[in-house]
Each structure stands twice: as C-alpha cells, then as structure tokens.
C-alpha cells in the first residue's frame, strides 16, 4: 500500500502540466498564422479597423489553403487510394498464384508475391500519410472559418459599442439622464438614481412593474391611476389589456404607446425585444430613453 501511494505520489509530481499544444498551421511562414491565432484575443479588441484587417488575413490565407487542399490534396489522396487498391490487386494475385503452387513452389513464385506484398505496404503507407495531411488540411480551415465567424459576430456585438464614462470599458452605452449626458454601460446605470459620474440626480422614476428606473411613466388607463413605464405597458397591451395592479381593464382612449428607440440603433426597444430576445439580454441594451 505505501509503495502504492509512494509511486501515485511520484506520477503526480511528474506530471508536469503542458502549456495548451498549438496546432501548427500549414504554409505559414515564420508562424505568422499561428501566433495570429493564438494570441491575439478577439474578444478584447474593439478597435474595428484592426478587426477587420485580422478577418482579412484569415479569409486569405482561408481560401488559399481551400485552393490548394480542393487542388491538390483531394487529387492526391484520390490517385494515392488508386495505386493502393490496385497495389492490393496485384498482391492478392501473387498470392493466389503462389497458393497453387503450393505443392511446386519456386523462387520467382515466391518473391514476387512478397514483393508484390512490399508494394501494397509502401502504397498503403503513402496513402494513409495522404490521408493525415488531408485531415490537417481540414483541421486547420475549419478553425480559421470558426474564427472568422467569431469575428464577424464580435463585430456585430461591437457596432455600438462606446467608452463607458464611469468603469472605461467598451459597451454598448446608454446617455445618463444628467446635464453632462454621460455615456453609461448597463452595469454603471443599473438600477442607480444618480448619474455615477457626476452624482447628479437623472430625474428617473421607479416603474413598479420591472423593477427599473425609467425617464417617464405613464398610466395604464384604469380608474386608480395606476402608472407603469412604456415598455411594461406595451406589453400589457399585446397580453391582456389589464392593469396589472388592479386587474381593471385599461383604457383604450389612453394615448398609442409612444415608440422608444435604443440608443445608437434604428429599432425601438420592444422591436429589439421581439427580433432576439437573447441578443436583447447579452447586449445589454438599457430600455429607456
Ligand atoms: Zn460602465
Ligand atoms: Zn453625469
Ligand atoms: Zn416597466
Ligand atoms: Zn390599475
């Protein structure tokens, strides 16, 4: 048992644990691929210009392994699979021959089918090491297209994306309801009455309904003057028309649900809401004016 525990010990201890291997990237002059691709962290670039460059290089050096893989290697592996089947033809001839002979054999029989049998080998070796080079091939562009992907999805991410005045983090920003009209990401504005830059009061009120802090308010419609903000009250309207307080029916005479934009887009906040409900959470988006 010690002896046991001793040597578990020991394993353990010369486990030393490898940094993450790198894949090594075909036609790739002094790494430049892959240092490109393992260390420069897309997610924490929101410089677009350099994004775009970097997309730019992948989507060459993409389409120049696609060329030479659809070109060359396919062929290759194509003709390479050719001469090993025949290969294997010719061995198993040499082989039935010699098995007829079996009683009578003689040294040409004899050589040629282990020639013949040393042939197949090498074909069969070659075309598996084909094969290898074909799967790298694969390897290697799929996970350059994967990154391309990642970056156009970044940079959708990003399109709005602003320096937060308060923690300095690019995000998407919301302007602050204060005089300096600080720009403010979903973390910094959260929930806060006062502007977290300037300390100035941004004049919000609590709607009752999401728990936020909203620029205006506006009433559901029902006799008790209930209020809700914009959005909820959208909602309500699309649901079941009742106020949510005092379930009473809300007027219909109650002025359209004004539409309310999303800073730095084109779309109000319930169309951004219905088009991607998730984008609507990871983004971030703050849901007031
Ligand atoms: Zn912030
Ligand atoms: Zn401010
Ligand atoms: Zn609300
Ligand atoms: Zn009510």
């Known amino acids: 048992m010690c002896v046991s525990n001793k040597s578990k010990l020991t394993n353990q201890i010369m486990e030393i644990p490898s940094p993450p291997s790198r894949i090594t990237f075909l036609h790739d002059k002094d790494k430049r691929m892959q240092n490109l691709y393992y260390d420069i962290d897309i997610r924490s670039t929101y410089n677009k210009t350099k994004l775009r460059n970097v997309k730019r290089k992948y989507w060459k050096y993409a389409k120049f392994l696609s060329d030479i893989y659809i070109e060359r290697v396919q062929r290759l592996v194509w003709e390479f699979g050719c001469i090993r089947d025949n290969a294997f033809c010719d061995w198993q001839k040499a082989k039935r021959i010699s098995l ?22 090498e074909a069969d070796d070659e075309f598996e090491s084909m094969r290898i080079e074909e799967q790298l091939y694969d390897q290697v562009i799929s996970l350059v297209q994967d990154k391309i992907k990642d970056i156009s999805k970044h940079l959708k991410d990003i399109r709005f994306y602003k320096l937060c005045a308060h923690c300095e983090t690019m995000n998407n920003v ?14 910094c504005i959260y929930n806060k009455k006062e502007c977290p830059v300037c300390e100035e009061d941004m004049g919000l009120l609590h709607c009752d309904i999401c728990y936020r802090y909203k620029k205006e308010l506006v009433n559901t419609g029902c006799k008790n003057k209930h209020q809700t903000c914009k959005v909820c009250l959208g909602k309500i309207k699309r649901k ?50």
């Open 100 to 121: 007829n002979n079996i009683h009578n054999p003689t040294t040409e029989i004899e050589g040629n089918r282990n020639h013949k049998y040393y042939v197949y080998r």
């Open 174 to 187: 919301t302007i602050s309801g204060c005089k300096s009209k600080h720009k403010l990401c979903y973390d």
């Open 240 to 289: 079941n028309n009742l106020c949510p307080f005092c379930r009473e029916t809300c007027s219909k005479n109650q002025p359209a649900v004004v539409p309310i934009y999303v800073e730095g887009t084109q779309h109000t906040v319930e169309e951004m809401e219905e088009m991607d409900e998730s984008y609507f959470a990871s983004s971030r988006i703050m849901s007031y004016r």
